[in-house]
């Protein structure tokens, strides 16, 4: 089971990089996670060309017996160290590629040990029952620990949950193949795209209104539209965003998204939707895609499908919104700092823009499109399960140092609670909102 090693030694690839390092090459940190993010997906990919098999631990159990026997058998374990191992090299790597020195990753271990545990948690089965998330756990976790015992400095260098979260972030693009966009034809379509923007705009307005800050206002209108946690870290992510407010949009997010799951079948039923009609509604509303399918799945019938494939057409749009966004922030960034600068309104250049523009977006375009028309998603299945196993540990790896770097001082405040009333009046409009579209498609078009 070992023989992954004979495939990525990390000690000829940090040998490799060292001697690059030597020659005084540094890449910003936006840079070296995106690199990583190719890098991992290639290497993927090549393993997956010679041998029908790689080593990924287990985390699912329904009770104490199946968590001894299965979780925490030795075999086991020692996939997981070998997940451990092979994610401490390409930490140090992008380290490396970034300038900084080899002992900033050495806190890494504490993190993926913490990071380990809230995995196991939402290995349970009545959690993924319920569509808890694995990042809330991991979240809690973290903040558990650094406002109770502290974090010591050694593992604080190694907290760096912007990088986690872009290599997840290149690593997502994989599972948001466009084909999945034109499943539903041309009425599936129109829904993403009416439901999106229409209900970003309605969020971004109305966090306006209630005087929330520009960056919290995108990161919560991202999630409330789009597809929830990947789109606030994604949003987070173009502009540079203050991971605690990353974290409370998260915790909003993955807590209403609970009681939705028995609330919107009982709905569906309520007002009279057939199961195409559930799903739709269902897809477009509920904001995570675990949340989705247990939502469905209560539903029951064709809402499931229907209501996964709705979910992932929003996420196709993840991309789209996120170089929009990126776009206008590095617009907006810059000329600032020009009327900082000059007596007048100077329009800032496509060069600065560049500088600005967070390159993850590229790897994440890149690989959609990768495995939209060059890679048979069908063909590569096992490969594709690899690469949403990894995405999920580095999203977990985020949100853990998240949560070990933020204090609840911080985390609550009046411009979050302002965040909370706003995030269900959004929700509640979303709700509202695509119930209307789904009529009028379906007397349209036909659901």
């Not at 260098?157 to 999945?180: H, N, P, Q």
């Not at 411009?415 to 995030?423: E, S, Y």
Request: net charge positive; hydrophobic share 55%.
């Amino acid at each position: 089971m070992y023989d992954f090693f004979s495939y990525a030694c990390p000690e000829i690839i940090i040998g490799k990089i060292t001697m690059i390092m030597n020659k005084k090459l540094k890449l910003s940190e936006d840079w070296s996670s995106t690199i990583m993010g190719g890098f991992i997906i290639l290497l993927v990919i090549l393993v997956y060309s010679i041998k029908q098999g790689m080593p990924w631990p287990s985390f699912s159990w329904t009770n104490t017996d199946e968590l001894a026997d299965r979780v925490f058998a030795l075999d086991n374990l020692g996939h997981t160290l070998i997940v451990c191992a092979f994610s401490f090299a390409m930490v140090v790597i992008s380290n490396l590629l970034s300038g900084k020195k080899l002992r900033n990753s050495l806190g890494y271990f504490v993190l993926f040990a913490l990071t380990f545990i809230g995995m196991t948690i939402a290995g349970n089965k009545l959690m993924k029952d319920w569509g808890i998330e694995t990042v809330i756990f991991n979240l809690l976790i973290g903040l558990f620990i650094s406002n109770v015992f502290g974090v010591p400095d050694w593992v604080k260098r190694a907290l760096s949950s912007e990088m986690y979260v872009k290599i997840g972030l290149v690593l997502l693009g994989t599972t948001v193949v466009f084909d999945k966009l034109i499943q539903l034809g041309t009425i599936g379509i129109l829904q993403s795209v009416i439901v999106v923007f229409g209900v970003w705009y309605f969020s971004f307005w109305f966090c306006k209104k209630m005087k929330i800050d520009e960056e919290m206002s995108m990161m919560l209108s991202s999630a409330v539209s789009i597809c929830g946690v990947s789109a606030a870290v994604a949003t987070a992510g173009a502009i540079k965003g203050d991971k605690t407010k990353l974290s409370y949009v998260v915790s909003l997010v993955l807590i209403v998204a609970v009681p939705m799951i028995f609330l919107m079948p009982s709905l569906a039923k309520l007002v009279g939707l057939n199961a195409v009609m559930a799903g739709a509604w269902i897809g477009g509303t509920v904001d995570t895609t675990g949340a989705v399918v247990a939502t469905g799945a209560v539903y029951g019938g064709e809402a499931t499908d229907v209501s996964v494939i709705i979910k992932s057409s929003q996420n196709v749009l993840l991309g789209i919104a996120a170089f929009i966004i990126s776009i206008y922030w590095s617009y907006k960034q810059n000329k600032g700092r020009s009327l900082a600068k000059t007596k007048y309104a100077d329009k800032p250049s496509l060069k600065l823009v560049w500088e600005r523009f967070p390159k993850f977006v590229l790897g994440f375009l890149g690989a959609s499109l990768l495995f939209s028309f060059l890679i048979n998603p069908v063909d590569n299945k096992p490969a594709m399960d690899t690469l949403k196993k990894m995405q999920g540990l580095w999203f977990a790896l985020a949100f853990t140092s998240i949560g070990l770097e933020t204090n609840f001082k911080s985390f609550i405040n009046v411009n979050n609670r302002r965040a909370t009333v706003a995030f269900l009046i959004a929700q509640i409009f979303n709700i509202l909102f695509t119930l209307l579209v789904i009529y009028l498609l379906a007397a349209l078009i036909g659901y």
